[in-house]
């Protein structure tokens, strides 16, 4: 397991993050430009890109379960809250990341 996210501070990120972006928005749809359809396009491709990359984690979660000799078998719900922290920690990581990167500018 890589670093732990708490549900709190997903939540305080994910809100500055609305917070700070609904502006840009705002003035990208009512006055569009490049930089603006640049922005949205990130945003998107952001999105897509932490999808596939739980995706893919989900993915080496069950294999790594599956490899688990038996004796080292993990309870089901072990094994469901790592499976589950492994696709959500991508976006997690972009949630953080974006609110100190429009933190700061």
């Given at each position: 397991m890589s670093e732990h996210h708490?549900?709190?501070d997903l939540t305080f990120a994910a809100a500055e993050t609305i917070l700070r972006?609904?502006?840009v928005l705002w003035w990208a749809a009512m006055w569009p430009s490049p930089s603006a359809h640049a922005?949205?396009?990130k945003m998107i491709a952001e999105k897509q890109a932490a999808f596939a990359e739980g995706m893919m984690a989900i993915q080496a979660e069950l294999i790594k379960q599956a490899l688990r000799p038996w004796w080292l078998l993990r309870l089901p719900h072990e094994?469901?809250?790592d499976?589950?922290?492994a696709a959500a920690a991508p976006a997690a990581r972009r949630i953080k990341a974006n609110a100190r990167?429009?933190?700061r500018g």
């Open positions: 708490s549900p709190v972006r609904l502006p922005e949205a396009r094994a469901f809250h499976m589950a922290h990167r429009l933190r």
